[in-house]
């Protein structure tokens, strides 16, 4: 069994076509690769937030206690602080719904991200 065509301008023609195939692939898996590091990027402003939200509930702990020993006023100054400290649920989920995209096992990530930039199969 022959790979190719014997007579020179056929064959000529099939090399050229796998010769395409073959950078058309290439060209794919490069910009599906692009994509994902775009994607990857776009999601540290999320993960930020994330910690940040993180840091302002453990800090707000200490405050609270903090404030909340001043003679005669402290419960009624500790209010705010707890009020910020349940605000930091929403800061971090906001962050981790921005951050934890879900990702493909690591064998298939070239061929997701050549799935994503074809879109779906017709």
Request: net charge positive; glycine share 12%.
């Amino acid at each position: 069994m022959k790979v190719y065509a014997e007579t020179a301008s056929r064959r000529t023609r099939q090399l050229l076509a796998d010769l395409l195939v073959a950078a058309w692939v290439a060209a794919s898996v490069l910009a599906g690769l692009t994509v994902r590091r775009l994607v990857d990027e776009l999601s540290r402003p999320g993960r930020a937030v994330e910690q940040a939200g993180g840091r302002v509930a453990s800090g707000m702990g200490g405050v609270q206690d903090q404030v909340s020993r001043v003679p005669g006023i402290g419960g009624a100054l500790r209010a705010p602080f707890e009020r910020l400290g349940e605000a930091r649920p929403a800061a971090v989920a906001t962050g981790s719904l921005d951050a934890d995209a879900p990702r493909p096992p690591p064998g298939l990530r070239a061929v997701s991200a050549v799935a994503s930039v074809r879109g779906p199969p017709p």
